[in-house]
């Protein structure tokens, strides 16, 4: 069974540019969640997607956004992109099955360096 | 979700058992205590979770104790591959934010020779 896979695996930007990052989840799984970590940070939460629609969202200011497709994959973007979200982007796929938790796989990530 | 919390780092000498505690002094009873680790700039990888029963499988056991205010992840013969940050977390049960993983800053623990 593949895993979650995410593209590209690096990506280098300029300030002011937009991006957007690719995730597949498993297959199967309905729910697709994005992590940004950094060094500083360390590793926090995006949002969520299930079923086409985002059902929980971090702290993240509103450059920072997403959607999910009727085949579950998802993309992340983020415009107008600045120094500090230089980061390894982080895409996670679980069951999300109703009345039981299920854990979350991550796949490798994407590395963003904004110059 | 409830606070975890880690020591910063730990040593192991390979082939000996890592025990990786974790203290969850809020934790509510609906909350499960998940094991998630990430080796160098991959992935997190999920370990094991449980409510309160101890629970073990291929990679390793979760010991918790009997009033849940803390846990024990523990790999029972430690290789060099086993170095990474583990993380341990506290996650509500089916609530809206189900699929939400809030990590903390985790226990670095380095296995040697």
């Known amino acids: 069974k593949a895993g979650v896979t995410q593209t590209p695996r690096y990506l280098i930007k300029t300030r002011g540019q937009q991006v957007t990052l690719s995730c597949s989840p498993i297959s199967g799984h309905r729910s697709v969640s994005w992590y940004q970590q950094t060094p500083g940070q360390g590793l926090q939460f995006l949002f969520e997607?299930?079923?086409?629609?985002?059902?929980n969202k971090g702290n993240f200011p509103g450059r920072f956004s997403g959607r999910q497709f009727s085949n579950s994959r998802s993309e992340m973007n983020v415009s107008t992109l600045e120094l500090g979200d230089s980061a390894l982007y982080l895409c996670a796929s679980s069951l999300r099955r109703q009345g039981m938790n299920t854990e979350a796989f991550f796949g490798q990530g994407t590395r963003l360096t904004v110059v | 979700d409830a606070k975890t919390t880690q020591p910063t780092s730990m040593d192991c000498a390979e082939g000996r058992a890592a025990n990786l505690p974790c203290n969850h002094s809020?934790?509510?009873?609906?909350?499960?205590v998940y094991w998630y680790r990430q080796i160098h700039s991959q992935g997190p990888q999920y370990i094991i979770h449980g409510l309160k029963n101890n629970e073990t499988n291929e990679m390793a056991s979760l010991i918790i104790t009997e009033d849940r205010k803390s846990s024990t992840l523990i790999l029972p013969h430690a290789t060099l591959r086993d170095t990474a940050v583990y993380y341990c977390?506290?996650?509500?049960?089916?609530?809206?934010?189900?699929?939400?993983?809030?990590f903390g800053t985790g226990t670095r623990l380095q296995v040697t020779l």
């Open positions: 997607y299930f079923s086409e629609t985002q059902r």
């Open positions: 809020t934790i509510s009873g609906n909350e499960y």
């Open positions: 977390i506290v996650r509500a049960e089916n609530t809206g934010t189900a699929s939400k993983l809030t």
